[in-house]
């Protein structure tokens, strides 16, 4: 199972990437389980500076933007 981490305080850039995240995951047709981390103490542990920031398996993979479906699949892959 992935764990999917979107990484935000919840403005509507960090929705977009949580639904993107979830489409990609579910074109895949794989397990996973979505977190959304909002503290700020918590983002800044995990070494992001601006959000969004999407992390699988608690690794950032992208932060500053949101990423499409398909780049998500990519990283999933």
């Known amino acids: 199972m992935k764990r ?3 990484l935000g305080t919840g403005c509507p850039k960090c ?3 949580v639904e993107n995240a979830e489409a990609a995951a579910k ?3 794989i397990e996973y389980e979505l ?3 909002t503290q700020i103490n918590d983002i800044m542990k995990m070494g ?3 959000t969004p920031a999407l992390a699988i398996d608690g690794t950032v993979k992208v932060a ?3 990423v499409s479906p398909e780049d998500i699949k990519a990283m999933l892959s």
Do not use: A, P, S, T
Request: proline fraction near 0%; charged fraction near 35%.
């Open 35 to 37: 977190e959304k981390v």
């Open 27 to 29: 074109d895949l047709g």
């Open 4 to 6: 999917l981490q979107i």
């Open 64 to 66: 500053g933007k949101v």
């Open 48 to 50: 992001v500076m601006i």
């Open 15 to 17: 929705k977009k990437l």
